[in-house]
């Protein structure tokens, strides 16, 4: 299973951006918990926002509120809203995948994608 967060940019305080995690071909996210998580320079990754393989949702203090997690079966794709984004949401994003798990908690995954840079300045 290979993923790809996709949607970064530079955007600016109070934007807001949808994040996207695609799979390889042939996988079907349906059956898998998708988590996101961020890194930002010299901190330590944290977890940002879940939707587990039934579909229920969970989002860290730092953005809930602020974000909806979603998926698309049709296109195959998670998606990560952010709304009214925050310096502090600078980051490198990443989505992580794990099949049929049905919570939310922690960073253990099987599959983890490459990053999208998040910076947000005025």
Request: charged share 20%; net charge neutral.
């Amino acid at each position: 299973v290979q993923l790809q967060a996709s949607g970064g940019g530079l955007m600016r305080p109070g934007d807001s951006l949808r994040l996207s995690c695609a799979a390889s071909p042939g996988v079907s996210l349906g059956d898998y918990a998708i988590g996101w998580f961020r890194r930002a320079l010299g901190k330590e990754r944290e977890g940002v926002s879940c939707i587990n393989s039934g579909d229920g949702t969970y989002y860290e203090a730092a953005v809930k509120g602020r974000a909806i997690v979603y998926r698309d079966n049709a296109k195959n794709t998670v998606y990560l809203v952010l709304r009214d984004l925050r310096p502090e949401d600078t980051a490198t994003y990443y989505c992580a995948a794990v099949i049929n798990r049905y919570y939310c908690s922690g960073d253990d995954y099987d599959y983890w994608g490459q990053g999208t840079l998040v910076t947000v300045s005025s």
